[in-house]
């Protein structure tokens, strides 16, 4: 896999990535992890309009379905790990071009969160990274995972009528990895944190109980779930520990998830991640923040793993692939040089 590079725009301490379908057309959106802006581009990469000035502290966006209107949802005024005592989950509706914004809930510490949904029933999942401090890098209150029942039309909910959530597993420290994927027919969330890697799983159906299994036990900064090796079996690709330097695969055995290759580098910093089907072959996209900064490719080949360096120097907190048309694409959010850029695939 080659990346051919081009940086399609700036914003300070760019950070969470989606996609956005629009007007019957399709975008991405790249918001900032401080008090910046969040941009809209077209999938050429060319700028569209200005969504929000501010306050950022957007960890997380993710477009609602919604028949009638444009619903963006977003975590809110998470700046980092030691600023985030206020942080909401709020949504955004486009209404004569102008995106008005509405608090869906409060929930300090807030790091990631998405939507999902099983026979019908939507569901949110979210994940905060602990429930309090006194000081800075307190980790001594742990986070939870959070979920609740979404309705169809989510303008029900505002300040003064907040979504009201249950918390599903408690006692997590670092609870900053999550990945939404499907697994068996249904829309799966895995959320990685010191504890380890959990798979959750929404209600079968409506007022169901939901399942939270450990999958491993290692700690995770952030994680995949998806067959690498073609074998009909997920592995795990995993980073670790919380904002670590090591990249790891494990593969599911007799005796559960063991760990079958690691990276010969470390990568200090691991953040980026997001899996993709390149020319019918897996990948996992992988970037860090530190010393090299580089955009990786991982996959399977010949009998075992292989890297390929996409870029380097430029230090991605998040990767995101679409296709646009019969071309491959990447978006990366660029945090440490603070640029936007897209990459074709060839």
């Avoid at 050429?44 to 919604?66: H, I, R, S």
């Avoid at 910093?269 to 019918?280: M, R």
């Avoid at 996209?285 to 955009?295: F, S, V, W």
Wanted: aromatic share 12%; with cysteine; net charge negative.
């Amino acid at each position: 896999m080659k990346a051919e590079k081009k940086v399609i725009g700036e914003l300070t301490k760019c950070y969470s990535l989606t996609q956005i379908h629009m007007d019957g057309k399709d975008y991405v959106a790249c918001a900032a992890e401080k008090e910046d802006p969040c941009y809209l581009y077209d999938l050429e990469g060319n700028f569209v309009e200005k969504l929000w000035d501010g306050p950022g502290g957007v960890m997380t966006m993710v477009q609602y379905p919604c028949a009638d209107k444009t619903v963006l949802m977003a975590t809110w005024k998470f700046y980092s790990p030691n600023n985030g005592g206020d942080a909401k989950i709020v949504y955004y509706v486009r209404e004569n071009g102008v995106w008005n914004m509405h608090v869906l809930c409060s929930l300090p510490f807030v790091h990631r969160f998405g939507v999902l949904e099983r026979n019908g029933v939507r569901y949110l999942i979210a994940c905060t990274l602990k429930s309090a401090h006194a000081f800075k890098n307190d980790w001594t209150c742990p986070g939870r995972i959070w979920v609740a029942e979404l309705p169809e039309d989510l303008t029900v909910f505002g300040e003064e009528h907040p979504l009201e959530l249950t918390a599903l597993v408690s006692g997590l420290y670092r609870n900053h990895g999550f990945c939404k994927t499907v697994v068996d027919g249904v829309e799966t969330a895995l959320v990685g944190t010191d504890n380890g890697i959990y798979k959750v799983v929404p209600p079968e159906e409506k007022g169901g109980e939901w399942k939270a299994d450990l999958l491993l036990e290692t700690p995770a900064s952030d994680m995949l779930y998806e067959d690498f090796d073609g074998d009909g079996k997920r592995e795990l690709l995993v980073l670790s520990p919380f904002h670590g330097d090591t990249l790891s695969v494990y593969h599911l055995g007799e005796n559960g998830y063991e760990k079958v290759w690691e990276a010969h580098e470390k990568m200090p910093f691991l953040h980026a991640i997001y899996a993709c089907t390149f020319n019918g072959k897996m990948y996992g996209i992988i970037g860090n923040r530190e010393n090299q900064k580089e955009l990786i490719a991982v996959s399977y080949d010949n009998g075992g793993y292989v890297e390929e360096v996409l870029d380097e120097g430029a230090g991605p907190a998040n990767v995101m692939y679409f296709r646009n048309g019969d071309e491959d694409k990447l978006i990366a959010a660029n945090r440490e040089t603070n640029e936007i850029a897209m990459y074709t695939l060839h």
